[in-house]
């Protein structure tokens, strides 16, 4: 695909670069033995831009860029408001839930449902994480990035992809398997410039090319003026899409069960904010994160939108041979995800296309690390150290963390080439996703802000909320699946007040957290950023109605 020895120099040298400064941040200081709290919290010593750029650098992989890419292609911007209503998300997870989860100095989510709730719900939820970051999002990470490099440096046909699996895992394992949450968080500070940087040279060099005349303002004309329906944020019932992102619903519905869940309670994306140096200084990395969030759909959906124009060849369109070939799943449909990876190795000239696989590889590789990352640290401290080595010493659990990291990363190395060939990945992990993370969304919202929750309440809830989700997508009420997981979570709570009030003799739990206004008191950088961030969302979501 063209790739030129400057390219391949480019890409080893940022594989070399990085796995190098992994190490580096992380070694050992003299006299001073790594211990659990330096290699789960890293030390509890992040600044906010460091917290801010890990928030993205884990959350933006070959989900966003190859998923969200061909969603774009698909659907259009609407599937932007996954990032732009997450940056709301981080601003109120900041605001309200932070400030008890680092009160508490937790290493793990599932410890605060032992705190909170009981150790065998904490054990039930703690296994449930564990294979759902193993077998969904470790799995599908390396997948959809062996999938994106064997389209832009192979052939296509997946002659690569296992190579391209083999060589994202080691290059995540060389240095977060030793380094631990140092080494992925200040590693994630480069990786998350090299994306944004990437990405938004694929958008510019995309639009630049998808008329004859060439011009990046140009192009986007022309793209808005061609494909004006995709520049909608709310669909219209009509639209065949509507079933996936449901019109108004998105806004004030299953959308926020979605990023509440994720970016509140999911390990790999908080636990870099509890290794904060302080509170504060926590909520200003959320709060840059926000900021970032802003910009994603720039880099990520826009070059899907770019190449629904080049493939439909509407009049003005610059003439693209072999377009319909490359977009061909080989069973008359259309293969959405190609269309990232196709942008690249079609049109980023040689001596930059290094420079964006490198991109492409930090946005996997981030995400990969910090999966591995927190799987060990569930594993280590809610499983092995209560269960397993209760006099386990700080060397066993650092040990303990770097094998399970190993093991973790094995099986999804073995699960991901069966995957196959799914449309719309990106939708595909959300969808079913959602039929568990509105019972557990369910339970930590009432854990935290409802004293009368009672244990025995939450383990009925979050089992009965799998039974409500399946019920609800089998039934005769033809339901879109985020409206499913909208009326699930209002159900569990519904059934988790109703266990609590009746089996429950006293006025509150004992085990319920008491919230103090003063807990909830915010830094004016915060609050100004809250703010600004807002103001911005309604202006966009007022322009792209």
Same mark, same amino acid.
Do not use: C
């Given at each position: 695909?063209?790739?030129?020895?400057?390219d391949?120099?480019v890409?080893?040298?940022y594989?070399?670069? +990085?796995?190098?400064?992994?190490?580096?941040?992380?070694?050992e200081?003299?006299?001073?033995?790594?211990?659990?709290?330096d290699?789960?919290?890293?030390?509890?010593?992040?600044?906010?831009?460091?917290?801010?750029?890990?928030?993205?650098?884990?959350?933006?992989?070959?989900?966003?860029?190859?998923?969200?890419?061909?969603?774009?292609?698909?659907?259009?911007?609407?599937?932007?408001?996954?990032?732009?209503?997450?940056?709301? $998300?981080?601003?109120?997870?900041?605001?309200?839930?932070?400030?008890?989860?680092?009160?508490?100095?937790?290493?793990?989510?599932?410890?605060?449902?032992?705190?909170?709730?009981?150790?065998n719900?904490? $054990?039930?939820?703690?296994?449930?994480?564990?294979?759902?970051?193993?077998?969904?999002?470790?799995t599908? /990470?390396?997948?959809?990035?062996?999938?994106? +490099?064997?389209?832009i440096?192979? $052939?296509?046909?997946?002659?690569?992809?296992?190579?391209?699996?083999?060589?994202?895992?080691?290059?995540?394992?060389?240095?977060?398997l030793?380094?631990?949450?140092?080494?992925?968080?200040? $590693?994630?500070?480069?990786?998350?410039?090299?994306?944004?940087?990437?990405?938004?040279?694929?958008?510019?060099?995309?639009?630049?090319?998808?008329?004859?005349?060439?011009?990046?303002?140009?192009?986007?004309?022309? /793209?808005?003026?061609?494909?004006?329906?995709?520049?909608?944020?709310?669909?219209?019932?009509?639209?065949?899409?509507?079933?996936?992102?449901?019109?108004?619903? /998105?806004l004030?519905?299953?959308?926020?069960?979605?990023?509440?869940?994720?970016?509140?309670?999911n390990?790999?994306?908080?636990?870099? !904010?509890?290794?904060?140096?302080?509170?504060?200084?926590? @909520?200003?990395?959320?709060?840059?994160?926000?900021?970032?969030?802003? +910009?994603i759909?720039?880099?990520?959906v826009?070059p899907?939108?770019?190449?629904?124009?080049?493939?439909?060849?509407?009049?003005?369109t610059?003439?693209?041979?072999?377009?319909?070939?490359?977009?061909?799943?080989?069973?008359?449909?259309?293969?959405?995800?190609?269309?990232?990876?196709?942008?690249?190795?079609?049109?980023?000239?040689?001596?930059?296309?290094?420079? /964006?696989?490198?991109?492409?590889?930090?946005?996997?590789?981030?995400?990969?690390?910090?999966?591995?990352?927190?799987?060990s640290?569930i594993?280590?401290?809610? +499983?092995?150290?209560?269960?397993?080595?209760?006099?386990?010493?700080?060397?066993?659990?650092?040990?303990?963390?770097?094998? !399970?990291?190993?093991?973790?990363?094995?099986?999804?190395?073995?699960?991901?080439?069966?995957?196959?060939?799914?449309?719309?990945?990106? @939708?595909?992990?959300?969808?079913y !996703?959602?039929?568990?993370?509105?019972?557990?969304?369910?339970?930590?919202?009432?854990?935290l802000?409802?004293?009368?929750?009672?244990?025995?309440?939450?383990?009925?809830?979050?089992?009965?909320?799998?039974? &409500?989700?399946?019920?609800?997508? !089998?039934?005769?009420?033809?339901?879109?699946?985020?409206?499913?997981?909208?009326?699930?979570?209002?159900?569990?709570?519904?059934?988790?007040?109703g &266990?609590?009030?009746?089996?429950?003799?006293?006025?509150?739990?004992?085990?319920?957290?008491?919230?103090?206004?003063?807990?909830?008191?915010?830094?004016?950088?915060?609050?100004?950023?809250?703010?600004?961030v807002?103001t911005?969302?309604? &202006?966009?979501?007022a &322009?792209?109605?």
């Amino acid at each position: 695909m063209n790739f030129s020895v400057v390219d391949y120099g480019v890409f080893f040298g940022y594989i070399i670069f +990085i796995v190098g400064l992994g190490l580096w941040v992380s070694r050992e200081k003299k006299g001073h033995e790594k211990d659990s709290k330096d290699y789960f919290l890293a030390g509890k010593s992040l600044p906010w831009w460091a917290i801010g750029a890990s928030l993205i650098a884990a959350n933006i992989s070959a989900e966003q860029f190859i998923g969200m890419s061909g969603s774009g292609f698909a659907i259009g911007l609407a599937i932007a408001s996954y990032e732009w209503m997450a940056a709301i $998300t981080l601003i109120i997870v900041g605001k309200f839930f932070l400030p008890i989860f680092i009160e508490k100095k937790l290493y793990t989510i599932p410890e605060f449902i032992e705190q909170r709730f009981s150790e065998n719900l904490k $054990t039930i939820l703690a296994v449930f994480w564990i294979a759902l970051f193993i077998f969904v999002n470790l799995t599908s /990470v390396l997948f959809l990035g062996g999938k994106a +490099i064997d389209t832009i440096i192979g $052939t296509g046909d997946g002659g690569i992809i296992i190579w391209a699996i083999l060589g994202l895992a080691f290059i995540a394992a060389a240095y977060s398997l030793y380094g631990g949450l140092s080494a992925v968080a200040w $590693t994630d500070v480069v990786q998350v410039a090299l994306l944004v940087i990437g990405g938004l040279i694929t958008s510019v060099i995309a639009l630049n090319s998808v008329t004859p005349e060439g011009g990046v303002f140009h192009g986007l004309s022309h /793209v808005f003026n061609t494909a004006g329906d995709k520049f909608h944020m709310i669909l219209s019932r009509d639209n065949p899409e509507y079933f996936n992102l449901p019109g108004i619903a /998105v806004l004030i519905g299953g959308m926020w069960v979605a990023n509440l869940y994720y970016w509140g309670f999911n390990q790999y994306i908080i636990q870099r !904010t509890l290794a904060a140096k302080s509170l504060r200084e926590a @909520q200003r990395g959320i709060a840059f994160a926000a900021f970032l969030k802003l +910009i994603i759909p720039l880099i990520v959906v826009i070059p899907g939108i770019v190449a629904f124009v080049m493939y439909t060849q509407p009049e003005g369109t610059a003439a693209i041979s072999g377009v319909h070939e490359a977009f061909s799943n080989g069973e008359g449909g259309i293969n959405y995800d190609k269309a990232y990876p196709w942008l690249i190795s079609v049109f980023i000239p040689v001596g930059l296309k290094g420079l /964006v696989l490198a991109a492409l590889t930090a946005a996997i590789v981030s995400s990969l690390a910090s999966m591995l990352n927190s799987t060990s640290t569930i594993f280590t401290m809610d +499983i092995y150290k209560p269960y397993i080595n209760k006099q386990a010493t700080e060397k066993n659990l650092v040990t303990t963390g770097r094998i !399970t990291a190993f093991v973790a990363l094995l099986i999804a190395i073995l699960m991901a080439p069966i995957m196959g060939n799914i449309p719309q990945m990106f @939708q595909y992990i959300q969808e079913y !996703t959602g039929l568990v993370s509105p019972g557990i969304l369910a339970v930590f919202l009432m854990g935290l802000f409802w004293k009368k929750t009672t244990n025995k309440a939450a383990i009925v809830g979050v089992l009965s909320s799998i039974v &409500v989700a399946l019920l609800l997508k !089998t039934a005769v009420v033809d339901l879109p699946w985020m409206d499913q997981m909208f009326y699930t979570m209002l159900i569990t709570m519904v059934i988790i007040a109703g &266990v609590s009030m009746t089996t429950s003799e006293e006025p509150d739990d004992p085990k319920g957290i008491d919230l103090t206004a003063s807990l909830f008191k915010t830094g004016p950088v915060f609050n100004i950023s809250a703010y600004a961030v807002m103001t911005i969302l309604v &202006v966009l979501y007022a &322009v792209f109605w």
